[in-house]
Structure formats: structure tokens, C-alpha cells
């Protein structure tokens, strides 16, 4: 059974950082791909940023330059760093890997963003 873990979402000021985490066990995050996507109250859930089976990195257009997508292979955590954060990227945040033909979900962390 895949299980993700997120942490690190927090109310913060317009214009602040925050660095999601998204952990599990084995090494599945470090092999499958693995994506950022959030999801805004009324609306539906939508891809932030995602490593590609290729190890390409693609971002959606509204946190290109903003945010960051990593991960750390030693201990299997994927991260995403999100500077300049605004007030509509408010939103519960959720990190997902697609593993045997299955896209597994944790269980979200939520960001908000307010002064």
C-alpha cells in the first residue's frame, strides 16, 4: 500500500516562501513520477508541478518562476519550494505518485495565504 505523507503547509504573508515536503516509504518517490497539484475551495484540483517518467520537470504557468519542484533521493521525499507565494494560491496541496498504473494521492496540507 503506497502511503504519502505532506507536511509544511502554513498561513503566511503575501510574498513569503513556504517548502512543502512529501514523504514515503521505500523508494518509491524516487523512481515513479511524481507531481504537485492543488486544490482551492469550489474548484477543481489542479497540477502545480510534476516529475515526468523522464525526469522532465514541467510547472503550470501560474507558479512558473515561483515555485520549485525536487527531490531528494537519499531520503525519498520530494519537495516543492514555493517563493513569492499570493493570495489566490491558497489551496490544499496534495503530492501524488503514478505507481502500477494507479495515481495515489496523500492526504493534502493546506497553504494559505493572507496578510
Known amino acids: 500500500q503506497v502511503q504519502l505523507v505532506e507536511s509544511g503547509g502554513a498561513l503566511v504573508q503575501p510574498g513569503g516562501s513556504l517548502r512543502l515536503s512529501c514523504a514515503a516509504s521505500?523508494?518509491?518517490?524516487?523512481?515513479?513520477?511524481v507531481g504537485w497539484y492543488r486544490q482551492a475551495p469550489g474548484k477543481q484540483r489542479e497540477l502545480v508541478a510534476g516529475?515526468?517518467?523522464?525526469?522532465?520537470?514541467i510547472y503550470a504557468d501560474f507558479v512558473k518562476g515561483r515555485f520549485t519542484i525536487s527531490r531528494d533521493y537519499a531520503k525519498n521525499t520530494v519537495y516543492l519550494q514555493m517563493n513569492s507565494l499570493k493570495p489566490e494560491d491558497t489551496a490544499v496541496y496534495y503530492c501524488?505518485?503514478?505507481?502500477?498504473?494507479?495515481?495515489?494521492w496523500g492526504q493534502g496540507t493546506q497553504v494559505t495565504v493572507s496578510s
Open positions: 521505500g523508494s518509491i518517490l524516487s523512481i515513479y513520477p
Open positions: 501524488s505518485v503514478d505507481y502500477r498504473d494507479m495515481r495515489h
Open positions: 516529475i515526468t517518467s523522464g525526469a522532465r520537470i
